[in-house]
């Protein structure tokens, strides 16, 4: 089996949402729900796709009995579950609802220095 590793960037509709929920007087997310969370306002939020919240992801992929048509897919459903597995956010977990709030992007290579040569 192989594993993929993807790149998911925040977009600014994800704070937009978070916000609004925030001052809806939702409960507040507790020291190690806010510590998982990228922060719009620690990673200066601005215009430019380089100043968004990025994440690495890595997932095995294939391998004998596994039925995964859309890769892609199965991250972006995999990746809202596991977020939203920590926040009070219920939404579906589909590629249309990450597509609104995230980007995806398949990593060219990925190096593990820790790895010797």
Do not use: C, W
């Amino acid at each position: 089996m192989e594993k993929s590793y993807y790149i998911v960037t925040f977009k600014s509709e994800y704070f937009a949402e978070f916000s609004a929920n925030q001052d809806s007087g939702q409960e507040p997310l507790d020291r190690e729900e806010q510590r998982r969370l990228p922060s719009p306002q620690d990673s200066g939020l601005g215009t430019q796709h380089s100043e968004l919240p990025r994440v690495i992801l890595g997932i095995t992929q294939g391998g004998f009995g596994q039925d995964v048509i859309n890769d892609e897919q199965q991250v972006k459903e995999r990746f809202l579950e596991y977020l939203f597995s920590f926040e009070d956010i219920d939404l579906p977990r589909t590629s249309q609802v990450f597509d609104a709030y995230f980007r995806l992007d398949a990593a060219s290579e990925f190096i593990d220095l820790d790895e010797e040569i």
